[in-house]
Each structure stands twice: as structure tokens, then as C-alpha cells.
């Protein structure tokens, strides 16, 4: 069993056109390609989050039997787009936000789940991962954070450790580390500067 993850699926949605009509004929073609690649990869045992935004405009039949064709064992982190016909469909759990820790493949993965980006978020001075949507690729990573939305990914759910190995590669720093470290090396740099104090802890939070 391996856990997915993806976010901003818009079926249904043929405002989404606007910007992926180029890779796509029309609404139709676009909700069955989604759904293709989405089974291509997922097996119905594996685990998948939907980080917001699974369908606008759908109608509640038209929700019911996309949910139906796509593998899984799906949970969903609210969209703003996510109204009750998405809501009510048969997912193993619906929250707001959602704080995992992963075991798979010999690794531990602590997880922080939103449909919005977070300039800061819960265990991020343990390691904890952000994971969000909404964004649709616009944002640049970090070395702990980045999109999940189709938009990023090939129009596909993607694993945890090709999330991981993005982040890893990326550049920027979650901003606050970057301004923790930028403080350090400006006290540091101080005439008569003394070790820099240890980083804040969020571990109560």
C-alpha cells in the first residue's frame, strides 16, 4: 500500500479551462484524462489525500460517479471549491487541515496537510512537511513545503517520496528559517557577539 497525495482536480469545472484548455479539448476530455491518470497510478488498496478543490460546477450525480471510477481510499482536506456535493461523497474522512505522521518504506514522514499554503505551520521547526494546493503550481517550493495540485504534478497524484525528493531539491528555505538564520548570522556578525541562542521549539504546539 502506498499513500498519494493531490489537490485541485476541478472536475466538472469548466472555468479550470481558462487555463489548462491548451492541454485539453474540452471539459470532458479534461475530467477523463484526470481520471485516467489518476487510476494509471493509484491502485484501489493505496492510500490518497485530495488536499481541496476536488470538483466545482459538477453536479451532485456527476461528483458521485467520478468519485465511484477513482481508485483508493480517498480523504479529503477541504477546498473553497469543495461545496456539500463534494462534501457528503463517501470519503473516508473530510477535515480542515490534518497533522500525519506516515511510516512507509523504513522512513517516518511527519506531515502537515492544508488546502491554503502556510508561510508557517505546526512541527516545522521538527521537520514536519507542509503539503498544500489551491496555488496551482504558481508558488515556489521549499526545502519543507510545496503544491501537491495537479498543476504541479502532470495532472496526477504523486507519492510521498517524490514529494519529498522535490522539497529536498528545492532552494528557498521555509521563511521562517530563513529569517531565523538570517538573525543568527546578524548577530553574529556583532563586535563582541556571543553564540547565537538555540532555535525556538514548537514542540507543545
Same mark, same amino acid.
Given at each position: 500500500?502506498?499513500?498519494?497525495?493531490?489537490?485541485?482536480?476541478?472536475?466538472?469545472? $469548466?472555468?479550470?479551462?481558462?487555463?489548462?484548455?491548451?492541454?485539453?479539448?474540452?471539459?470532458?476530455?479534461?475530467?477523463?484524462?484526470?481520471?485516467?491518470?489518476?487510476?494509471? =497510478? /493509484?491502485?484501489?488498496?493505496?492510500?490518497? *489525500?485530495? #488536499?481541496?478543490?476536488? +470538483?466545482?460546477?459538477?453536479? &451532485?450525480?456527476? @461528483?458521485?460517479? #467520478?468519485?465511484?471510477?477513482?481508485?483508493?481510499?480517498?480523504?479529503?482536506? @477541504?477546498?473553497?471549491?469543495?461545496?456539500?456535493? /463534494?462534501?457528503?461523497?463517501? *470519503? #473516508? $474522512? /473530510? /477535515?480542515?487541515? +490534518?497533522?500525519?505522521?506516515?511510516?512507509?518504506?523504513?522512513?517516518?514522514?511527519?506531515?502537515?496537510?492544508?488546502?491554503?499554503?502556510?508561510?508557517? *505551520?505546526?512541527?516545522? *521547526?521538527?521537520?514536519?512537511?507542509?503539503?498544500?494546493?489551491?496555488?496551482?503550481?504558481? #508558488?515556489?517550493?521549499?526545502?519543507?513545503? @510545496?503544491? =501537491?495540485? =495537479?498543476?504541479?504534478?502532470?495532472? &496526477?497524484?504523486?507519492?510521498?517520496?517524490?514529494?519529498?525528493?522535490?522539497?529536498?531539491?528545492?532552494?528557498?528555505?521555509?521563511?521562517?528559517?530563513?529569517?531565523?538564520?538570517?538573525? !543568527?548570522?546578524?548577530?553574529?556578525?556583532?563586535?563582541? !557577539?556571543?553564540?547565537?541562542?538555540?532555535?525556538?521549539?514548537?514542540?507543545? @504546539?
Amino acid at each position: 500500500m502506498t499513500t498519494f497525495f493531490t489537490a485541485d482536480s476541478h472536475f466538472g469545472d $469548466a472555468h479550470i479551462l481558462r487555463y489548462r484548455g491548451s492541454h485539453f479539448a474540452d471539459l470532458e476530455a479534461h475530467d477523463e484524462a484526470l481520471v485516467a491518470r489518476w487510476n494509471a =497510478v /493509484v491502485g484501489p488498496e493505496d492510500d490518497l *489525500w485530495h #488536499l481541496g478543490d476536488f +470538483a466545482a460546477g459538477a453536479s &451532485r450525480e456527476r @461528483c458521485g460517479a #467520478l468519485f465511484e471510477r477513482l481508485h483508493g481510499r480517498k480523504r479529503l482536506v @477541504c477546498g473553497n471549491h469543495d461545496t456539500r456535493r /463534494v462534501l457528503e461523497l463517501p *470519503w #473516508l $474522512a /473530510v /477535515v480542515d487541515h +490534518a497533522r500525519i505522521t506516515i511510516e512507509e518504506d523504513g522512513m517516518s514522514w511527519r506531515l502537515f496537510l492544508a488546502h491554503y499554503a502556510h508561510r508557517a *505551520w505546526p512541527g516545522l *521547526w521538527r521537520g514536519t512537511r507542509h503539503l498544500y494546493g489551491h496555488t496551482h503550481g504558481t #508558488l515556489p517550493d521549499t526545502t519543507l513545503s @510545496c503544491d =501537491v495540485g =495537479v498543476d504541479a504534478w502532470d495532472y &496526477r497524484p504523486m507519492t510521498l517520496a517524490a514529494v519529498a525528493a522535490r522539497q529536498d531539491g528545492a532552494t528557498l528555505l521555509p521563511e521562517e528559517l530563513a529569517r531565523d538564520r538570517a538573525s !543568527a548570522r546578524d548577530r553574529a556578525a556583532r563586535p563582541g !557577539a556571543v553564540a547565537a541562542a538555540p532555535p525556538q521549539s514548537d514542540a507543545t @504546539c
